[in-house]
């Protein structure tokens, strides 16, 4: 073997909505991945339910929030007209700084099975059948469904927005997509109109002045103008719309009118969260096999059916309700429908009456068969990452992560390198492992390459004895280098003819090879304009590369550690395009984060992944998609390739109208994704919902969810910041919050006094957010952040759940020393019972307490001076801390009630959390309680307003903006 040698080690080897304004309060407490209510229900605000806010604003009264119970019958929107209830504004201040005081995802239920076809005349029954044959040429895959991936072409032209070209079977993967109507935008125009279907009529919505709709008389139910079909009101039930824990609309209404959209100053859009894990029986998604008739989908715009799709001619045909096209229904799939147009087994059909619904896909939408769940292991042996304990704790959750995977198919294998690449033979027919060495990186070659990537169960013994005795063999090492890049290129060319994840750790800057990158970091840039330079990626041998990847089905997880520049930026590139996370552990100590490390990689291996997936979003005539937000990698115009999607992951998008006036009452929108189980289905997940164009402001802003503004703000504000500088993004938030105060106090609330900051119920914890995110780890000025770490939080923040995200930048702060009797002991439904979470303000902090924050990265227990010494007996075993060093105390269940309670809190954390969240113990006055106090995000800090100079602030520029 040229190039290579070949080292034996006998020992170890055989072979080598709102009703009454309210003003902007600082909440009780922000309660963390509440569940948010069905579209035109006032929203769960994020205060507590039991507790009243201390008054931040002098002369404000507050009251704890009701929550609402509003039943829904026929659309019931909240009225046009709301009140305001004043609250004063307090003076201006001076600004003096507040006073300190496991297993792999297991195969989904059973397929709902499709009923038995209903008898129907002979010649609908032809028709029928012939439609479907029509239907189910259509191929629908994420490659080509010609040849497979051995008839990939490289691409001719670049690939847009990277400005390189894409990797092998981008060209044939488009233009299939295309001719499924998977890849290409979909076609609208008037629907004909359907001999025997009657369109129900509706009034025209009210004319209202200010909301900038069209003039009178032109607005005209479909059923007269011969245009768009209409979703009948009935169909649009609470049942029917998509939980919100998949689907989270900003504002749950679209303006009717492109004026009033401009007007309005809100953000339209919706958060997607595709694989979350479902914690109710309401939240699982049924599966529904249709068999024979296969997946019934809109001829024209490829919309799948759904619970807002009208059935008419007496159940023969189906009425798109995003294109309005008109639909034969399959033969085996008919059912006659009632008095009022409704099937009689709409309640036997999941598609006809839930909002997020999976189908079987057939074997039309796959030209290979499924991918099997493949894991290939990149891990970094060099020097600095054994002497830091960072290879053994890898190579140790690796083997307990494999030890929980269940499919048979599953396929794994592992390169190892430092300046050279270390490749290991795993042929089942071997009773230990082979390793080989190749030393000339500069002519790389894969020896041996059918017996690098096994099956695992075929090889688990050979697997078994490699990961047992890895650590050891390259614990004397002291080679230095990183040929990081050559080791992922190798691990490509390994794995690329099947597809699945590199896991890959990284120790150091790559320094040798393909792929080296220098250390660019300049401390002089911090808080500068230019400092966004470092933010940015610096070489595009890894975007390349990524985009290689993502091409061939390959996603990457990417675990990072140094204590030196690691240009995150560059390297997190590869997880962001192929759908991937990074995971950093700056200055890695294993006595502090050896948990944490194994915890992550079981969890990155465990949690509920689908494959080789693609993502489309849909909407109705008169909207369209304006942006995408999240890990993945656009072809296509609007189609996202998803190598991986995991149950971590969120994507968001913006909508923009394309017309001057939406033409119906309600506007679908509808997203699929079609991937691959863990247990080898083909799958397609609809999420769909149909909310109503709305013709006025007031009935805007009560439909409005301040937390799913917020997050799809901050990601906006993510690519502007990277685009242009931290400060224009800052500024953008900010002006994001003062448009819509000024917009809501000029064209809804109307005259009042102008010592008062008005704001609609369901907005009244926007600015606090806003505030929030200026103020977090991604956004805020100053040179305490090094690149890196505001990179990776970026990245955090850039595929986050609404919850997840409103977590990083309002952390949750409890009081251990007061629990209620019922806190952190089992519920009626066996969740654990969470004490109510404070404000997060120095003021509520007791000397003679003891408070737990926790922000989604780490727990921080902080010990007033004064704190009792029961409690340190309870906690800690110990009866003071004088002379005790709080970075080695732990809290462990010591037998006690108090301790189990506390340890039940922390444990149920971390387990509704991405992230593994270590502990840290503080004592107050300890020069470390300074992380803690940079999460209250209410004090003043630095040159930052408090949250009360800010409203301050917000109505002094409202004002001002007003008095123009």
Not at 297 to 322: E, L, M, Q, S
Not at 652 to 671: G, M, N
């Amino acid at each position: 073997m040229s190039g290579a040698r070949r080292r034996l080690y006998p020992s170890a080897f055989e072979e080598a909505p709102v009703a009454q304004a309210q003003p902007v309060p600082t909440p009780a407490a922000v309660q963390q991945g509440a569940p948010f209510q069905q579209p035109f229900q006032q929203p769960v605000q994020p205060v507590h339910q039991q507790y009243a806010p201390q008054a931040t604003v002098p002369g404000a009264v507050y009251q704890p929030m009701a929550s609402t119970g509003a039943a829904w019958g026929s659309p019931a929107y909240p009225p046009a007209v709301q009140q305001q209830q004043a609250f004063p504004v307090p003076p201006a201040t001076s600004g003096a700084p507040a006073q300190a005081q496991p297993g792999i995802a297991q195969p989904m239920q059973q397929p709902y099975q499709a009923h038995a076809p209903v008898a129907e005349p002979a010649a609908n029954v032809a028709a029928g059948a012939a439609h479907t044959q029509k239907l189910h040429k259509r191929v629908f895959y994420t490659e080509d469904p010609e040849g497979g991936p051995s008839s990939w072409q490289q691409p001719q032209e670049p690939v847009p927005m990277m400005q390189t070209a894409a990797g092998p079977g981008v060209q044939q993967m488009t233009a299939a997509m295309q001719q499924m109507n998977v890849g290409g935008a979909a076609q609208r125009s008037p629907a004909p109109s359907s001999p025997g279907f009657q369109q129900p009529s509706y009034p025209p919505p009210q004319q209202q002045a200010i909301s900038g709709q069209a003039p009178q008389g032109a607005y005209q139910p479909a059923s007269t103008m011969g245009g768009a079909a209409e979703t009948p009101s009935a169909l649009v039930t609470p049942a029917a719309q998509c939980p919100s824990l998949y689907m989270r609309m900003t504002v749950n209404g679209l303006p009717q009118s492109e004026a009033l959209f401009k007007k309005s100053c809100l953000p339209f859009g919706c958060v997607f969260h595709p694989m979350a894990v479902a914690r109710t029986p309401q939240d699982k998604v049924p599966v529904v096999n249709f068999g024979a008739a296969g997946v019934i989908r809109c001829r024209k715009c490829r919309t799948y059916i759904n619970p807002f799709v009208v059935f008419v001619d007496a159940g023969r045909r189906w009425r798109c309700n995003v294109c309005s096209i008109s639909n034969d229904v399959p033969a085996d799939y008919y059912a006659a429908t009632d008095s009022s147009g409704r099937r009689v087994d709409v309640h036997e059909r999941p598609e006809l009456n839930r909002g997020v619904v999976e189908f079987v896909a057939p074997s039309e939408y796959m030209v290979r068969p499924p991918q099997p769940p493949s894991y290939f292991f990149v891990i970094d042996a060099s020097y600095p990452a054994v002497s830091s304990g960072m290879f053994e704790v890898a190579v140790s959750a690796i083997q307990a992560a494999l030890n929980g995977l269940t499919d048979e198919r599953t396929r794994v294998g592992f390169i190892t390198f430092d300046g050279a690449i270390h490749f290991y033979n795993l042929k089942s027919t071997l009773s230990n492992p082979q390793m080989m060495v190749v030393a000339d990186i500069d002519e790389l070659f894969i020896p041996l390459p059918d017996d690098l990537f096994v099956n695992y169960f075929e090889s688990k013994g050979v697997v078994e004895s490699l990961l047992t005795k890895l650590a050891a063999m390259h614990k004397p090492t002291q080679n230095v280098d990183s040929a990081l890049g050559v080791a992922l290129q190798a691990a490509f060319n390994v794995v690329k003819n099947v597809g699945g994840k590199l896991v890959v750790f990284a120790s150091q800057l790559p320094s040798v090879g393909a792929g080296k990158l220098p250390n660019r970091e300049d401390v002089k840039l911090l808080g500068t304009d230019k400092e966004v330079s470092l933010l940015q990626s610096d070489d595009q041998h890894y975007k390349n590369f990524a985009l290689e990847c993502s091409g061939k089905q390959i996603s990457m997880d990417l675990f990072l550690f140094s204590g030196q520049f690691t240009d995150v930026a560059t390297l997190g590139c590869m997880p962001q395009f192929t759908g991937g996370q990074v995971f950093y552990y700056p200055n890695y100590k294993s006595e502090r984060d050896a948990e944490k490390l194994y915890k992550e990689v079981v969890h990155s291996l465990s949690r509920e992944t689908g494959f080789e997936a693609v993502m489309r979003v849909r909407t109705s005539k008169g909207v369209r998609v304006q942006a995408h937000y999240g890990n993945f990698f656009i072809r296509s115009t609007d189609l996202l390739a998803l190598p991986n999607v995991d149950a971590d992951k969120a994507f968001a998008v913006q909508f923009a109208l394309t017309d001057a006036f939406i033409p119906t009452k309600f506007v679908s929108i509808q997203a699929a994704l079609l991937y691959t189980t863990s247990s080898g289905e083909r799958r397609i997940r609809v999420f769909t919902q149909c909310i109503p164009a709305v013709p006025s402001l007031p009935e805007l802003f009560s439909m409005a969810d301040s937390e799913a503004i917020a997050t799809l703000t901050a990601k906006i504000a993510i690519e502007k910041a990277l685009t242009t500088k931290l400060s224009d993004a800052r500024e953008a938030l900010v002006n994001k919050c003062l448009e819509i105060l000024t917009v809501y106090r000029s064209d809804v609330a109307g005259s009042s006094s102008s010592n008062q900051l008005l704001m609609p119920e369901t907005l009244r914890t926007l600015p606090l957010y806003i505030l929030a995110l200026v103020k977090s780890a991604a956004f805020r000025a100053g040179t305490d952040l090094r690149p890196d770490e505001r990179t990776y939080h970026m990245m955090n923040y850039r595929t986050a759940p609404v919850p997840t995200l409103i977590n990083y930048v309002y952390p949750r702060l409890l009081a251990l020393h007061a629990l209620p009797p019922d806190a952190g002991l089992p519920g009626p439904d066996g969740a654990i019972v969470m004490p109510p979470p404070l404000t997060l303000s120095s003021e509520r902090l007791d000397r003679r307490g003891a408070f737990l924050l926790e922000n989604g990265s780490m727990i921080i227990v902080w010990l007033g001076r004064e704190i009792s010494q029961d409690f340190l007996l309870s906690v800690f075993g110990l009866p003071s801390l004088d002379g005790v060093d709080t970075n080695q105390l732990k809290l462990m269940p010591l037998g006690n009630e108090l301790s189990t309670r506390i340890c039940n809190i922390i444990s149920h954390i971390r387990a509704t959390r991405p992230l593994y969240q270590n502990v840290y113990v503080m004592r107050e006055g300890e020069p470390k309680e300074a992380l803690f106090f940079s999460n209250f995000v209410e004090d003043r800090s630095k040159a930052i307003h408090s949250y009360h100079e800010f409203l301050v602030s917000l109505h002094q520029r409202v004002q001002s903006k007003l008095s123009k």
